[in-house]
């Protein structure tokens, strides 16, 4: 029984060797020890007798300390057993903490990570709760009154801006539709009339201009302008000026005829008389005309005006029922609908269909909602916060504005959901001392639902910066911390350090890791894993 047991706690160890064998074996790893008759490329000599469990190689000979690093200064120039640099030595590297990693693994199973100088935060966890953002969320009723003939979306459906939603009879939407056309055609009418007048006043000033002309010339007989629409006016001022012109050549006549001494002075008075009387009848004529088609122009286009307001009122009713430009357009140029009380409710944004109302058949009013359209790329997170937490939170906020916060959720699996806090209630929950506290989270990827509970940690500046590394890029063994981090080429090397909490996804490390170096953040167990074979009785 002793002799199985014994067995037994044997197999375990074995286990584990022969699974980091498989990958010593395919050569995808090229650490760790060779076998007796494996040739390590850069090495440059046999290590297959040199490592014998019972050659009495003191391994430990290499350290640099109690805790077996050799600094950074010096890691490249200590010599194994064998001769060459221990960074070099396959199967001795793994010794001063040094592990070698072909492009092909640690594509594979390393993920890398950057040590940085950053602002020290002290991280703030509270609870949440994911909430909609009110600023993204519509209600969506009908216009007008009606009676519903059909729903083309259900609950939860996700929707584009002008996709349709439901489909309503309404009597008033109709009714709208006939007075955009009445509207319409009205204006038109107007426009017609506004042209009329302008054209009619063209016509008397070329009129009156020809009529001057030929009163100048009074014995030239020029001929007038033809036609124009100047209506029963036209008449009128050619009968006058006629008048005028034939007692312009009798004065003229007269006058010729005194100085001949033909005729008397009193007859040449008479026609300079009956000339002036028709001259001031011509101009008050003329004043009358184009008085009265100044009014009748003025009136022209206030009609025109008014009807065109009217018209552009009947439109915007049109647009408040949600008919698009391109079907107005189709109504101006005559493309009537098949059916005018056809009324088509669309979405008015992108979303999530959040809440239905809608059913078919059933008479709705302007006051009721019929369906929440709620976009949900954007989601608040409330968070209860302490009153006692409240001051540090406030003045980091008028220091640095919105401060980052990261959500984490069960269904995420413990992945960080990045996001801001931006917002602090007004009030103190009286029963449970808190103050509501907003975090706007965008780029969820879906993993956020409306309703959820979540943990956050807020980061509040320390006002301090350190070396920050990812959380998951430390490692421990036995109570000590380690990072490993690229040193060259394809080499990593483990370096022991000292932990704080930096906030969120990051921690400040202190030790003998350069700033901007590489660290495996991801993935780091296969370089413990080899560098702990000496401790398994690999080495």
């Known amino acids: 029984m002793d002799i199985r047991r014994s067995l037994g706690l044997l197999a375990l160890p074995l286990v584990l060797l022969a699974a980091l064998g498989v990958l010593f074996a395919t050569g995808a790893l090229r650490f760790g020890a060779a076998p007796a008759d494996a040739h390590f490329a850069g090495d440059g000599h046999d290590h297959g007798a040199e490592h014998d469990d019972e050659d009495g190689h003191d391994h430990s000979a290499h350290a640099g300390g109690d805790d077996g ?57 509270l609870n949440g709760r994911v909430e909609t953002d009110r600023s993204r969320v519509v209600d969506v009723a009908s216009p007008a009154p009606g009676r519903i003939l059909s ?34 055609a009205a204006a038109e009418v107007a426009r017609e009339e506004s042209g009329r007048s302008a054209a009619v006043a063209t016509a008397l000033e070329e009129l009156v201009s020809g009529l001057a002309a030929r009163a100048e010339s009074p014995g030239e007989g020029r001929a007038l302008p033809a036609g124009g629409p100047v209506g029963e006016w036209r008449g009128k001022l050619v009968g006058a000026a006629s ?28 026609a300079r008389q009956e000339m002036e009387t028709a001259e001031a009848e011509y101009e008050a004529l003329l004043e009358e005309v184009r008085l009265s088609l100044g009014i009748d122009r003025l009136k022209a286009d206030h009609a025109r005006k008014l009807a065109e307001v ?24 005559g493309k009537l609908p098949e059916e005018f009380s056809r009324l088509e409710i669309r979405a008015p944004r992108d979303g999530v269909v959040t809440a239905r109302a809608a059913s078919v058949g059933r008479t709705v009013t302007p006051e009721e909602s019929l369906f929440t359209v709620a976009g949900l790329s954007t989601l608040w997170v409330w968070c209860d916060l302490y009153e006692r937490d ?36 007004s009030e103190v929950d009286p029963r449970t001392r808190t103050v509501k506290a907003r975090v706007v989270v965008s780029a969820h990827d879906g993993r956020l639902r409306p309703g959820m509970f979540v943990s956050v940690t807020v980061e509040i500046p320390a006002g301090r910066q350190a070396l920050l590394v990812p959380r998951d890029a430390v490692l421990t063994d036995e109570g000590q911390s380690f990072v ?29 890791i350069p700033e901007g170096a590489v660290v495996a953040a991801g993935g780091a167990f296969v370089l413990k894993s080899d560098v702990l074979r000496e401790k398994m009785g690999a080495g």
């Not at 919105?402 to 992945?415: F, I, N, S, T």
């Open 390 to 425: 409240l001051p540090e939170v406030v003045e980091a906020l008028s220091e640095t504005g919105p401060l980052p916060a990261h959500v984490r959720a069960a269904v995420a699996r413990g992945a960080s959901i990045e996001g801001t806090l931006d917002l602090l209630g």
């Open 310 to 333: 009217s018209l552009l009122a009947a439109e915007q009713a049109l647009k408040v029922f949600g008919l698009a430009p391109d079907e107005i357009a189709d109504l101006r140029a």
């Open 484 to 512: 490993f981090f690229r040193w060259r080429g394809d080499l990593w090397v483990r370096r022991a350090v000292e932990v704080r909490d930096g906030g969120g996804d990051r921690v400040e490390v202190t030790g003998e």
């Open 243 to 270: 008048r005028l012109r034939m007692l312009r050549l009798r004065h003229e006549r007269e006058t010729e005829l005194e100085a001949r001494g033909i005729s008397a002075r009193a007859e040449r008075e008479e």
């Open 69 to 125: 690093e050799v600094p950074l200064d010096r890691l490249g120039s200590v010599a194994c057993d064998h001769g060459v640099p221990a960074v070099d030595c396959g199967g001795c590297r793994f010794e001063v903490g040094v592990v070698k990693l072909e492009p092909e693994v640690e594509k594979a199973l390393i993920r890398g990570g950057t040590a940085e100088r950053r602002e020290v935060v002290r991280p703030l966890r």
């Open 151 to 184: 729903v083309e979306v259900d609950l939860g459906a996700a929707v584009m801006t002008g996709d349709l939603l439901a489909v309503i009879r309404s009597g008033e939407f109709g009714q709208a539709k006939a007075s955009f056309l009445e509207a319409l």
